[in-house]
């Protein structure tokens, strides 16, 4: 009954900040040693990593992205929000955010999420 349901701006200009907002319903983000992410797939490539927060509102980075990544959390709304600062056309990517049952920070093994969100295009675009 967990899910997870991305918002946010579908389109962005270069230079600005994305904000998209991770909703979660069926179990509190704060509880159960649950780690949130957020990921993106850019077009015609891989999934990416970008950075996770813990229950306890520890958060992880990207070391490539880390410089303009930020993940906050807003414990009364059950919601987690990620910010890419000074973004470009190479930020342009379906941008996904997932649940692991435990801290996987860092790994390459999705398989670790057991929860997605559906997913929301972002483009990046003058």
């Known amino acids: 009954q967990v899910q997870l349901q991305e918002s946010g701006p579908g389109l962005v200009k270069p230079s600005q900040t994305l904000s998209l907002t991770c909703t979660v319903s069926?179990?509190?983000?704060?509880?159960?040693?649950?780690?949130w992410s957020w990921i993106r797939r850019p077009p015609g490539k891989g999934l990416e990593w970008m950075g996770g927060i813990q229950y306890s509102g520890s958060t992880y980075y990207s070391p490539s992205l880390k410089s303009r990544t930020s993940i906050i959390r807003d414990t009364s709304k059950n919601q987690f929000t990620l910010q890419l600062a000074s973004v470009t056309p190479e930020d342009t990517a379906v941008y996904y955010c997932?649940?692991?049952?435990?801290?996987?920070?860092?790994?390459?093994?999705?398989?670790?999420?057991?929860?997605w969100g559906q997913g929301t295009q972002v483009t990046v675009s003058s």
């Open positions: 997932a649940k692991a049952p435990h801290w996987v920070g860092y790994t390459k093994n999705y398989e670790e999420y057991d929860v």
């Open positions: 069926g179990v509190s983000i704060t509880t159960g040693y649950n780690y």
